[in-house]
C-alpha cells in the first residue's frame, strides 16, 4: 500500500535539509570571497527562520496534533502507531531548538568571518544538526528516536574538529566522538532489549507492554522480567550521555573548551534540548509503566548531576569551562522535576517544568554564550580576568552578560532564571521529593559563587584591552536571547502558557 | 477611599528613576546625587502619604491593596497591601534611604569611595530601595520571596564595590549564606503552598494554619525560619553579618542594619507567626532559647571587639536577639516589644552607623585604641552624638532603645498559654543580664573613644597617617586582653597579593593623606547634620512616646496572634 505523508508535518525538518543542501550547493560553486561567507550564512539564517516560521504556522493552526508516517489502522491496534506527531510538545522543543538554531547561525557568522574554517561545510554540518534536533522531539518509535539523535550528534563531531589548525579542537571532537559513539551503543543495546521484549517499536505500544494492559506478544510473563529493567536503564544512560548527566559527564569541560564557541553554545542547548526531548519521550510516553524503576534513578542521576556539574564549576578559570560545569548543573535541574514525572498524576506538570526550565534556560545560556564569543576575539585565551572591566569597557555587552549570569544564578533582576527554580521548586516539593529540593536548594548556592564572582568581575576596573570591532552578527545575537530573557522575566507566563499540555500525540 | 495606586507607586518612583541612569547617563552625570535625592525625596514624600492617609483605625487590616495577577501558572499574584505592621517599616526604609542619599549628595562622601562611580552607586540604592519596599508591601509568598532576594545582588555590589579591603570575601559571605537562608525559605513558602493550594497572606492569615498537619507546620517553620533568622540574624547563623557591616560603606551599613535585618524580622511577623500557629507554637522555646544565646553572644562579642563597626554590628546581633525573643512569647506585649525593638533599632543602629563612618572618615580607622579617645574634646558634637546614640541603644528609658526591650522581657515573663513559663522565665532573667552587658559595652566603648584625654593633634595626624602599618604595637592601655587576629584583621593592609590584585583600590592615595587628614579632621558638617537630625528627632519621640508606634501595631498583632492564643 501506499504510505501517505503529510507534507506539512514534515515541513520544519524538510526545509532545513533543503537549506542544508542548498548551501553546500552554493559552497560549490559561488567564488570564495569573504562576501560569499555572509551570503552563505544569510541562507542558512533564511532556512532556519523558514522553518521557524512553518513551526509557527503548526502552532497556530489548531490544537489537534497532526501525525504522519503512521501504521495503517488495521494494523495499529487501539489507539493507532504513528512515527511522526506534531503536538505541543513537538512543537515547543521545535520552537526552541530553531530559535537556539538563528542565535547559533548568527554567532557563526561572526566566528567564520575570520577565515580559517570552511564555510559550507560549516553551515552544512550546523543545518544538519537542526533537521535531526526538529525531527527528535516528533518521533514516537525507537528506531526515529535512534536516528534522529545520531542526526543531531554526528554533525557535531565535524564542527567540532573544524578548527583544523587547532589541536584542542581535534582532541575535543575525538573525545566527544568515542564518548558519543560509546553511549548510542549503550542506548542501542538497551533499545534492543526493549524492542525483544514488547515486540513494538512504538512508544504507544510500548507503553502498553510496559504498563501491563496488552500482554507482552509471544510471551506470557506475569511480571516484566529483569531484563525489561536493563533495558530501561541502558536506554537512561545512552540519553544520560546526551545531556551529559552524571556519571556520564566528563567529556563536558574539554569538548566546549577546545570546540568553536558558537559549536559550544549548540552542545550546551540544541543537543541538551534534544537529549531531554528524547529522554522525555522514552521515559513518559513509552515507559511511564515502569516508572517504579527510572523515578529514582532519575532523582538521584539529578541530584548528582547538579552537585557535580557546581562542584567542578568553582574551580576554573576558562569562561567556557565555567559554562561547561554550570550547563551541566543546569541539567540536573531540568533532570529533577522529571523523577515526579513517574507519578502519573502529575506527569503533564512535571514535564511542563523540565521544559519551561529549559526554554528558559536556553535563553540565558545563549545570551552568556554570545558575550563570550565576543569577548573571545579581542582575548584568545577567554579567561575570567579577561571580563574584568567589560561592562565598563563596553557597557551593553557587560550589562547583558551581567543580567544573563545573574539568570542563571536565579537571583533577581534576573527573574525568569528564578522563577525557573521555583517552577522546579515548586514541582519537587509537590512531589514529595523534599531530600532533592534540599540537594537543590545547597545546589543553587554553591552555584551562585561562581556566578557572583564572574558577574563581579565584570564591574571591576581592569586593564584596557585591545578593542577591534565586533562584527555587525554579534549584535543580533546577543540581542535575541536577552530580549528573550528580559521578556520571560517579566512575564514568565508565557512559558508556562507554551509548555503546560495535556498529553502526547 | 481605595488608594491602591499608592504602594505601586512607591514602588515605581524608584524602579523607573533607574531608567534615566541607563538610558541618559550623560545628561545626569553632573547631578548624580541630587537626581538620588530627589527620587527618594519623592518616595520618602509618597511613604509619609501613605502613613497620612493610613487609616489608624484599622490598622489591624491591610489597606491601599493591589491585587492583580501576575504568573497564574504559578499562583503567583501582585498583592501589595499596608497594614500596622508593614507601614512604620516602609516609613523607615524610605526615610533611611533618604538620608543616605542626603548623606552622599553633600561633603566629603563625594570625594571619598563614591566618587567612584557614582552613577553606578545611584542605580544600586535605588534597586536596593524597591526590594526593600516590596518586601514590606508584599502580601504574597512567592511575591514576598521575590522582593526579598531583590535586595542581594545590589547589597552585593554596595559591599563589593565600594567596600572597605576584605570586600571581596565579605560580600561573597553575604550573598552566598543569605541565598542559603532564602531558598531554604523558598521550600518553606512552597511546602505551605503545596498543602494549602494558596499564596496569599492575607488568606493564609484568616486560616490560621488550617489545612496544615502540626508536623508540616513545625517542617515548614523551620524552613521559613531559617530563611528569616539568617537576614534577622539570629545566632548561630550571624557570622556573616560583621564581615558584612565591616567592610560596606556607611551607607551600606546604614541601610543593611536599618532595614536589610528588619525583612527578617518583620517575616517573622508576618508569615511564619501568623500563618504556621502550631508550628510557631512548637518552635517557640528554642528560638526563645537561641535569642537569648544571640543576646549574650552578642553582648560578649561586642566586649571583645577593637573596630568600632564591627562593635555595633555584633550589638545588632543582640539587639535582634531581643526582637526574637519577643516574638517567642507568642504574647501581644512580647510581639508588639519585638516591632517596636525592630524599627527603635533601625533608627538607633542607623544613627550609629552613620556616626562611625564620619568617624572613619575622619580618622581612617575605625580601630578604638587606635581613635585614642577623647572625642568630646576634640570633635564635641560628633562626641555627643555619639554618646547619645550609644546610650540610646544600650536601652535608655526615655529613648526608642527602651520600649521594646523592655516590653519583650515583659512578654517573656508571661508567655503565651502551652509554652513552659518557667523556661521563659529563665530566658527573661538571661535577657536582663544581657542588657546589662549591652550598656557595659557601650559604656566601655564611649569610655575608650569619647572620653579620656585627648591625643595631641600633631599625633593625630602621625596616627593617621601611618594608620595600619602597626596599629597593633603600640600599647593599649584601656583595652581588656588583646585581641584575636580576627578582629583587627579587617584593619591591617593585608599585603598586596592576597588584597585580591584584580581589585584596584578606588580609596585614598596614601600619597594625598596627611593633607587629608588635616582637612577631614573637624567637627559634625552641615550635611551630616541634616542626615542625622531626624534619626535623633525620631529616637526622642519614639522613646517619649512610644504609644504613637504601638496604637499602629497593636490592633495588628492582636489579629496574627488570633491563631496563636
Known sequence: MIQQIDY??????????????????????LPARPRTRTALGLVALAGVLVSLGFVGAQAAGGAPARSTFCVPPDLAGPGGACSFVTDRFTLVFAGLVLVAGVVVVLMSMTELAAGGIPVGEWYFLLLCTLVGAVTLPASRDLIMLVVALELVSLPVFALTAMKRYDGRASEAAVKLFVVSVVSTAVMLFGVSLLYGIAGTVHLSRLAAVFSGQSPAPGMAWETLPAVGTVGVVLVVAGFAFKIAAVPFHSWAADVYQGAPVPVAALL???????????????????????????????????ALTMTAGNLLALRQRSAVRLLAWSSVAQSGYILAPLAIAGDTSSHTTAIGTSMAYLVIYAAMNLGAFAVVMLVSRTATRNELDDYRGLALREPAAGLALAFCLVCLAGLPPGLAGLFAKVFVFREIVEGGWGWLALVMAVNTVIGL????????????????????????????????????????????????????????? | MEMGWLPVVLLAVPLLGTLPLLLAPQALHPRLHTYGLVL??????LAVLLAATFDHSRGAVPQFEVDQAWIPGLGLRFHLGVDGISLPLIVLTALLTFLCFVYLCWGSARKGFAGARPRALVFTLLVLEVGMLGTFLALDLLLFFVFFEIVLVPMYFLIGIWGGTGRRAASIKFILYTLLGSVVMLIGLLLVWAQTGTLDIEALNAAHGAGMSRSVQIIAFIAIGIGLAVKT?????????????????????????????????????????????EGAAAVAPWLGALAVVGIIYGALACLAQRDLKRMIAYSSVGHMGFVLLGFATLTPV????????????????G?????????KDRYHTADMPSLGGGMLATLPRLGSLLTFAAIASLGLPGLAGFWGEMLALFGAFQPANGLPRGLFLTYMVIGGLGAVLTAAYFLLMLSRVTHGRPRAVARDEDVTSDEGVTPDERPVVPLGPPQARSATATLEPSPAPVRHGDEPSDGHDPQAEPQEVRRAVDDVRRHELLAWTPLVALILLFGLWPGLLLTLTTPAVQTLLGAVS
Open chain 1, 8 to 29: 506539512f508535518v514534515i515541513a520544519p525538518p524538510l526545509v532545513l535539509a533543503l537549506a542544508a543542501g542548498l548551501v553546500l550547493l552554493l559552497d560549490a560553486f
Open chain 1, 268 to 302: 550546551s542547548v540544541i543537543s541538551k534540548a534534544a537529549g531531554f526531548a528524547g529522554l522525555i519521550l522514552i521515559l513518559v510516553a513509552g515507559l511511564s509503566g515502569q516508572a517504579a524503576t527510572w523515578a529514582p534513578i532519575v532523582g538521584i542521576v539529578a
Open chain 1, 449 to 505: 559563587y561562581y556566578y557572583a564572582v564572574w558577574a563581579a568581575r565584570l564591574f571591576t576596573p581592569g586593564v584596557a584591552a585591545v578593542r577591534r570591532r565586533p562584527p555587525p552578527a554579534t549584535w543580533p545575537a546577543i540581542g535575541v536571547s536577552l530580549v528573550a530573557a528580559v521578556l520571560f522575566s517579566i512575564a514568565p507566563q508565557l512559558v508556562l502558557d507554551m509548555t503546560s499540555f495535556t498529553a502526547f500525540g
Open chain 2, 40 to 45: 527618594s525625596g519623592l518616595t520618602l514624600a
Open chain 2, 233 to 277: 540574624p539570629m545566632w548561630p547563623l550571624h557570622t556573616w553579618l560583621p564581615d558584612a557591616h565591616t567592610e560596606a560603606p556607611t551607607v551600606g551599613s546604614v541601610l543593611l542594619a536599618g532595614v536589610l535585618l528588619k525583612m527578617g524580622t518583620y517575616g517573622f511577623a508576618r508569615i511564619a507567626l501568623p500563618v504556621l500557629p
Open chain 2, 334 to 349: 512580647g510581639v508588639n516589644g519585638a516591632l517596636f525593638a525592630n524599627v527603635a533599632h533601625g533608627l538607633i543602629t
Open chain 2, 351 to 359: 544613627l550609629l552607623f552613620f556616626l562611625a563612618g564620619a568617624v
